[in-house]
């Protein structure tokens, strides 16, 4: 039906990519070192013992440079950033939030009411914006036709999604909400549409405001939603190349 093209982890909320070659997924849970970390601005007390809205946190729909950051994940645990704007950066996360959200403080207008203000660790789950525990799908076909109405290049990590599926026509996931699939060995219910804001509209590469994805999505289809969330109902290990399949 549909197969893995390539997996995403995002270690910091908003803040970075890391493309991996397979993960383990757990039940009721969400992907693996996937927005384990988020910095929350200074007009928040979130500090990452529960979930809370996206809106508590720096992020791209307000800052789109971020979406620019790359990220690697060392043996160590530490963290390697990198801006095409700034120097690179290695830290580790546990000790050293601060010197992160400094480095970030040159992407982020000095002018804007709500400010970076920490590094903090989620303690039960990834800091998805979803209510619950979500893995993210991205439908290749459907970027590609956003592509098309936009007619230019863009990269499909401006969605920021977990997998990208290669495979089903466009916009076929939407038609996947409530229905059961196998995805490698694990097995998952798709929940919701995933509804998109102005993140989107930063380039992944260069972090510059490039195309008006929200009104392509909404002049062309009549919505603002691309991808699906998804739960994970049994634990299993998914790898690139993997398929999607209704279970």
């Known amino acids: 039906m549909a197969e893995v093209a390539s997996i995403w982890r995002h270690p910091i909320k908003s803040h970075g990519r890391e493309q991996i070659a397979s ?16 910095v929350p601005l200074d007009t928040s007390a979130a500090d990452g013992q529960e979930w809370v809205p996206c809106a508590h946190f720096s992020r791209g729909a307000k800052t789109p440079a971020l979406q620019a950051i ?64 979500s893995i993210s799908l991205m439908n290749l076909a459907s970027h590609r036709a956003v592509e098309g109405a936009a007619g230019q290049a863009l990269s499909p990590l ?22 059961e699939f196998t995805l490698g060995t694990a097995r998952i219910v798709i929940r919701d549409r995933i509804r998109r804001c102005n993140a989107t509209r930063g380039n992944p590469e260069t972090g510059a405001v490039d195309v008006d994805t929200l009104a392509i999505l909404k002049d062309n289809w009549a919505h603002i939603d691309f991808g699906v969330y998804a739960e994970v109902i049994a634990s299993g290990e998914v790898r690139t190349g993997d398929r999607l399949e209704h279970a």
Do not use: C
């Open 158 to 179: 401006r969605w920021r999604g977990n997998i990208l599926l290669d495979g089903p026509e466009a916009w076929a996931e939407f038609d996947w909400i409530g229905h």
């Open 23 to 38: 993960v383990a997924l757990t039940k009721g849970q969400t992907l693996p070192g996937d927005r384990i970390w988020a």
């Open 70 to 133: 790359q990220i690697t994940t060392l043996s160590d645990g530490n963290l390697t950033v990198t801006h095409p704007d700034l120097p690179s950066l290695t830290f580790d996360p546990s000790r050293e939030g601060e010197v992160f959200v400094d480095w970030t403080r040159a992407l982020v207008d000095p002018d804007r009411a709500a400010q970076p203000d920490r590094l903090v660790l989620a303690t039960e789950r990834g800091m998805t914006d979803s209510p619950y525990p």
